[in-house]
């Protein structure tokens, strides 16, 4: 065989590979609930609050990680799952423990799903 030939057939082989992984991993994320995750700019109804339990706080970096149920706001929809959030302010933080059972509401704040709201449960 030739030189091209034998390129031509190696990249072929490659391209099919990619194919091959980058459905498995569409995959993979479906099973994470990531499939079902729905971010818009649009408002697209009425937002209520998500249920959830804190597991983790980064105040430094912002963020807080949340175990959740189904998420329904204006410009996200997401399935169940444990998951890393940037706060839209610091202050937010303020009250809230890893333990602590948590409603709150995720937005599309420029591509981002960021946590609005945040509000601990009484015990």
Known sequence: MNTFIRKSMLAAI???TSAVVVAQQADMHKGMGMGDMKMGD???GATSLASGEVKG???SGKTITLK???IKSESVQMGPMTMTFPVQSPALLKGVKSGDKVKFNVENV???AMVTVLEPQKK
């Open 68 to 70: 959740h149920g189904q």
């Open 110 to 112: 420029n591509g981002v």
């Open 42 to 44: 649009a408002k697209q």
């Open 57 to 59: 706080i980064d105040k």
């Open 14 to 16: 490659l391209c099919a």
